[in-house]
Structure formats: C-alpha cells, structure tokens
C-alpha cells in the first residue's frame, strides 16, 4: 500500500506472511467455540477488511471461564505453589514469547494498526520483560511481624485476592494485558481475561503460549467478545473477586457500578486523560517541539497519557508554533509494515469518525487549523496529525478526550497561569514539564494533579515506576510493586502469648 500524506507516499516496503493461528475462546487449558456459536469480525484498519472471524462469548461463556477459575484457584496447584516455582513458569512464559515476536507484532499492526517495528523493538519485548520482573518478585511476597500494644503476637499475611476479571482496551494490546495479567500471575491468582473486541488476537495467542509455559488449566482464560455482553458478565460476576479495567471513563462507572450492584468486588481503574504540556521559555525549542509532537503523534494519538494540550509560555509561543508547523509535515503516515513511516491507521472506523468530528468540531468552535486535519490515503482509517492554534480552554477538543493525533496548542504567560491550566480538567492521568529551571520544575510537578509528571521527556514509562491516575482518570496502580499490592489481600493473624519477659 501506499498512504500519501503530506505529499509522502511510502512504498517500497514487504508485508511478512499474516497467520491466524487462534480464534475461539480459551477456556480452562482449551480453545473452544462459543456456547452460542457466534463469532465476529475482526478487520484490518489498514484497510477496513475483514482478517477473520473470532469467537463471540457472552455471559454464559464467562460463566464457564470463572468456574474454571474459580476451581484452579480454589484448589489447583497455582497459588499453592511457592512463589519460586510459579516465577519460573513465568519465566518460560516470557521466554516463549521472545520466541514469537514477530508473530505476536503482526498481529497487534492487523488488529489495532500498530508500528510493526515498534511492536518488534518495544511492545512485544516489553511484554516479556513485565513477566520476568513479576517473576522474580513473586517469591518476595511476604507480611511483617507487628508490633502489638498488649500481650498479643501479631502478624500479617499477604494472599492472592482470588479470581480477577481483567478488561484491556485496544489501543495497547500486548502491554494492557501484561500490565494485568503478570502481577497476577505472580500474586497467586486465576483470572478471565477479556481483550477489547478490536483487537482480540494477541490475546489469543499468549494464552496459548502460557499453557505452553505449564501455566496450569484454569489459571489464565480469555472470552472474547463485545463490552455490553461479555464485559459487562464479568464485572457483575458475583464469583469474581476484583476486576481491573483500562479504558474510557464512561465504562469505567458501569465497571463501578455493575461491581458495587453485585458483590462489592474490588475495583481497580485506569481511565481517560487529556494531559498537559507545559513548556517554560527557557526550553530549548527545537527539543520541545519534537517531544510536543511525540507526546500527542506516537501510536496516532491512541494513548491515555497522549500529551493533547500543549500550553507554550509566551515569548517562546511564536517560534514554537512555526517550528510546530513545519515538523508535522514530515511526520509520515502510512501501512504500520513499512518501517520509515510515523504513524499507522486508527483502530476502526468509528474511532476514526470520532477524530474527523472533533476536528471540526474545534474548527466551528473557533480553533484556527495550523495543520492536518484530513483523512488520507485511498483506503483505511489514516488521520493526518493535526494542530489547532487559537484555541480556549473551554472548547471541547480541549476538555474532551479525542484519542486521535490532535493537537491544541495554547499561550500563556506565569507560572501561576501555566498551573491553573494543567489541572483544569476532569482527568488527572499524566502531565509533561519542559524547563531548564529546577525550582520552576519542582513548583510545577508538585502542583499539578496528575499521576505521572514527565520532566523533560515524555512516555518515560518503567517497569519499577507505577502508573495510574487520580480525579476522573481512575485509581489504581499498574507496573511496580504497587501494581502487586492490587492482587493481594492483607490478613492479620493474632495469638495471646502468656509470661513473656517482654511485649
């Protein structure tokens, strides 16, 4: 394919060989078809075709799924296990997927339209690496001896929660479900997942390459499906223990509701955002510009941290918008396989109506159009990056989350302006700082309230460093220990103890 934008045609490229190997659900060690025995489209967005058809589960099919997880955990061997030996079967997990990679980066690219190279250098050997870090945490789970007032022996177990619901969303497919499944793994847990309905295969095939590794049957199920039937079946499932979701915040208080409904399970959330980049004038332009543009291009602006409002501080603002608007027309669109260009297709089609609306929709609110702002190439869901000047704080491009490659670029003049714009928002996901001055760097990061402050860089995600939100972006960390913690109970356990010499 060739995707013009810009007038940039990428062509030249090869397209490796595209096998399917995994369609049906995977329920207690087994690949199975839907009770119903539908299944559903899932399309290439490259160009809108139909790759295959995948097994459709609903309630019945999750039924099935936490029963078979809900007997593993109960009384299989999982969280019986040492934490020892359940690493090095997470080990063996991780390294069968380094022996996949390619397989495992085609798949994300012809299901959620994802960089192929990308997936090959970063996502899917990320993935493997979240596994190894779990891993070798899982025999480090321990309580502490407390301390008590009286004469009591005290002290605290830490135990897996029991059987987890994980929902992924589609924008990340292979990260979303390692963020999930391996601290759960390694808390001792069994769990159904169920991967967003636009990008189902990966999933597919890592939960056979976990049964592979010697995961036990039962441990790691995954139903696909649609987010009203199959969704929405495990976070009302009154045998499910907690449930843990990324996605929008509007499905994020159905999670919470259908949970509070059933059996009060625990809910962890990591939601929306429509995160800040504030840029001091002391920065080095032609440095900010490239993050500003990596913060809301990469992954075509599918990301929850994606840095949308980019405030640039006043005697700095012209040159940057200049520098903006030139760098954006090389940035290159085209087929996720061809390794020269930027930025892939979005997810589907309606994802990439939703980007067309909200531009014009900043286009009829008032927002001056510096560049994109189309759709391109001949076929599929290609959006050009596009940046908004003139634009108000009240306007919705600004206060809504587009998920798609839309910048809206505003001026301001003090510190004190700088902050009151970063936090007026519902969201509180991420934010960005560039600045050569550390106290401006200090007084900014503690103001803003937001769960990840990146200081001159953007995207610095770490396995050791955890990730979530607060306000409206959701509760709940993923990556490092913190991550663990969420799929662990804290019991204490207490004994009198008689004639001692001391409390």
């Known amino acids: 394919m060739g995707s013009e934008t810009n007038g940039k045609v990428q062509e030249g490229f090869e397209i490796p060989e595209i096998n399917i190997k995994f369609t049906q659900l995977f329920i207690d060690g087994h690949f199975v078809d839907a009770l119903s025995g539908k299944t559903f489209e899932t399309r290439d967005p490259r160009t ?48 069968l997927i380094d022996q996949n990679i ?31 870090y779990y891993a070798g945490a899982a025999d480090k789970i321990h309580g502490e001896t407390l301390k008590l007032s009286r004469e009591l022996q005290g002290y605290t177990l830490k135990e897996p929660i029991g059987v987890v619901g994980h929902i992924i969303p589609w924008n990340y497919p292979t990260t979303m479900f390692f963020f999930k499944v391996s601290p759960a793994l390694a808390a001792g847990c069994t769990m159904v997942v169920k991967p967003a309905e636009q990008s189902p295969l990966s999933a597919l095939y890592y939960a056979h390459l976990a049964k592979e590794a010697g995961i036990p049957d039962g441990v790691l199920n995954v139903v696909t499906g649609f987010g009203p039937t199959a969704g929405s079946a495990v976070a009302s499932h009154m045998d499910i223990d907690k449930v843990s979701f990324t996605g ?17 399970k625990s809910v962890s959330l990591e939601l929306g955002g429509k995160s800040p980049l504030i840029i001091f004038d002391d920065a080095d332009v032609d440095m900010a510009v490239n993050l500003a543009q990596f913060a809301i291009f990469t992954n075509k602006g599918e990301v929850c941290v994606a840095g949308s409002r980019v405030y640039v501080q006043e005697g700095i603002y012209d040159q940057f918008v200049r520098k903006a608007s030139e ?22 089609k309606a994802q990439f109506e939703k980007v067309l609306k909200y531009i014009e929709i900043g286009k009829q609110e008032g927002a001056t159009l510096l ?36 910048m809206s670029l505003m001026k301001f003049k003090t510190i004190e302006e700088a902050i009151e714009k970063a936090n007026s928002t519902k969201y509180g996901l991420a934010a ?45 960390k993923d990556m490092g220990l913190d991550a663990l913690d969420k799929y662990l109970h804290s019991k204490s356990v207490v004994t009198p103890i008689y004639n001692s010499p001391w409390c």
Not at 63 to 70: C, G, Q, S
Not at 382 to 405: A, H, N
Request: glycine share 10%.
């Open 48 to 95: 809108g075709e139909v790759v295959a058809r995948v097994a459709e589960g609903d309630k019945a099919d999750v039924d099935l799924a936490v029963k078979a997880a809900r007997k593993a955990f109960d009384d299989g061997p999982w969280p019986r296990m040492s934490g020892y030996q359940r690493g090095r079967i997470m080990m063996k997990f991780a390294d």
């Open 248 to 264: 929008s915040t509007e499905v994020g208080r159905l999670v919470m509701e259908a949970a509070a409904r059933s059996n009060l």
């Open 432 to 476: 960005g700082i560039v600045t050569k001055d550390l106290n401006t760097m200090n007084r900014v990061s503690r103001s803003i309230r937001a769960g990840v402050i990146w200081v001159n860089c953007y995207f610095a995600f770490d396995i050791d460093c955890p990730f979530g939100g607060f306000k409206m972006s959701g509760f709940g």
């Open 371 to 406: 560049t994109g702002g189309k759709a391109c190439g001949d076929k599929g869901y290609y959006v050009e990056p596009t940046i908004f000047t003139d634009v108000k704080d009240d306007m919705r491009i600004v206060q809504e989350e587009i998920f798609g490659p839309v």
């Open 102 to 132: 390619e397989d495992l980066a085609i798949l994300d690219t012809i299901n959620a339209g994802k960089l192929f190279k990308i997936g090959k250098l970063i996502d899917i050997p990320s993935a493997s690496q979240l596994l190894r």
């Open 327 to 348: 760098t954006a027309k090389n940035w290159t669109v085209g087929d996720p396989f061809n390794p020269n260009i930027h930025q892939g297709p979005q997810v589907d």
